[in-house]
């Protein structure tokens, strides 16, 4: 199955990330918790967290946050007009997961999002 990519942002602010942690609907996977909230804007909105504690070296936290972030890509067409929020609730083997792994995960959840709005 063929994606096309569309714009996304990345939100910064604790601020918005608190916002979207109360106001949001949840979905939940093996590994990770999306928070999901509707935006008033033509794109999707992003942020991912991967505490310290769940990883703790940094190069195996920023490649499954890139795995994360490229799954969340291929879908933001389909996506956009949300903030989704993606919070790793489990330790996870980094170094044995591939594109394939991270993007079935999510997409089980993504297409409940998309079926949803």
Do not use: H, W
């Not at 916002?19 to 999306?34: A, G, P």
């Not at 504690?53 to 972030?69: D, E, H, T």
């Amino acid at each position: 199955m063929q994606f096309k990519k569309g714009r996304a942002v990345s939100i910064r602010s604790r601020k918005e990330i608190e916002k979207i942690i109360q106001e949001s609907k949840k979905y939940r996977t093996n590994n990770f918790l999306l928070s999901v909230r509707r935006n008033n804007s033509e794109e999707m909105r992003y942020a991912i967290v991967i505490p310290k504690k769940k990883i703790k070296k940094a190069v195996p936290r920023s490649r499954l946050r890139r795995l994360l972030r490229e799954a969340l890509f291929t879908r933001s067409l389909k996506l956009k007009g949300n903030d989704i929020l993606c919070l790793v609730i489990r330790p996870l083997d980094v170094k044995g997961l591939d594109f394939q792994d991270v993007s079935r995960e999510l997409n089980l959840v993504l297409d409940k999002i998309e079926n949803s709005n």
